[in-house]
């Protein structure tokens, strides 16, 4: 056999798998509790996109929450819809009969709330115990807001048993202890004396005094005379109307929620003078949403209403009100998700697809002064 060659030079690894004539490799460091440095949390921040006049409003049925198997999962829904609406910057949502049962049923008290206003307070006797529409209100408005606040504007209650457990809005108006904010949240604390002046908790330690006189235990949007200064002894602050941050700063500052005995009486309930200016409907059925970009005129205030299980249609046909088909209700009606490749969407699932779609058109067309 000629010779083939050098054979290579086999080396035999020790057991950590190095060359024993290879060099010793520099260990690192050790790594210990006190060399590792936790990642910086990030600055608040406040998010706006400029001052507006116009509304966004949508609406929905109640009943979307029946369709889930446990308290929990019904919670958790609503949760869902709390967080699109914030992501969104919705105004108002309204949360609408689809079967028109308070409208022709007497077996339960007389509605608590005034039609096309916003809800206040825990809603007692607006409806039976077991109204799924009022189930959802009620978590809507726990969600809106401020931790904070929280206790005092809803004691326990058992459709707000699972709340805790929701992802928080994190929205502009949750403002945290420490951060300085031109805005803030409040309630109003009874007065030491009657000619004393009054106070509220903004949320820190210490208390706010308001530039008027308010009844105890009401909740304010309060306007921070001086927000980067807070080791006075009482902070200064001035009552304003929660519509104050989003028009004159364009920061978002939440939500209200609104009952509608039926699908007509979400449109003409508004709580807005003059009413809705544009209206836009959802379904399957309906056009592109590109449409409404090539027609839509400047709009104040704009309602965007979503279908339950089977749609908007059907909570048109109980409706007394409505004579003619659904689609003619609206200024626009749209499909947000053509070509979907599932058979179904769900109503949580086409406010995120339809609010995302209609945004820059909202960003355009809206009155902004």
Known sequence: MGNRGPKPNKRKATQDGTAPDSAPSKKAA?????????PAAPEPTILHSGPRQYTVSMALPGSIVENAQSAELRTYLVGQVARAAAVANVDEIVIYD???????STDHPESAYVPGQPLTGLFESAARLDDANL???????YMEAPQYIRREVFPRHPDLQY???????????????????????????????EDGPCYAYCGFAKLVRLDRHIAPDVRVTVKMNK?????TKFPMGEVVSPRTPVEKDGIYWGYQVRLANSLSKVLSESPYEGGYDLTIG?????EPVSKIAEKTRTFKHVLVMFGGVAGIESAAEPDPEVTGEA???????????????????????AILVSMAALRN???SLGVKS
Request: net charge negative; with cysteine; hydrophobic share 30%.
């Open 282 to 286: 959802t379904s399957e059925r309906g």
């Open 227 to 231: 927000p980067e200064d807070l080791d």
């Open 98 to 104: 689809d079967r028109c049962e308070r409208e022709q």
């Open 327 to 349: 689609s003619k209700l609206f200024d626009y009606w749209i499909n947000t998700c053509p070509d979907q490749g599932s058979r179904t969407i769900r109503t949580e699932e």
């Open 163 to 193: 709340a805790g457990l929701l992802n928080p809005l994190d929205s502009p108006n949750h403002v945290r202890q420490d951060e300085p904010s031109p805005y803030r949240e409040a309630i109003v604390r009874p007065k030491n004396r």
């Open 30 to 38: 050790p790594v210990t509790p006190a060399s590792v440095r936790a």
């Open 135 to 141: 189930f959802m209100a009620r978590v809507l408005q």
């Open 361 to 363: 058109t909202f960003l």
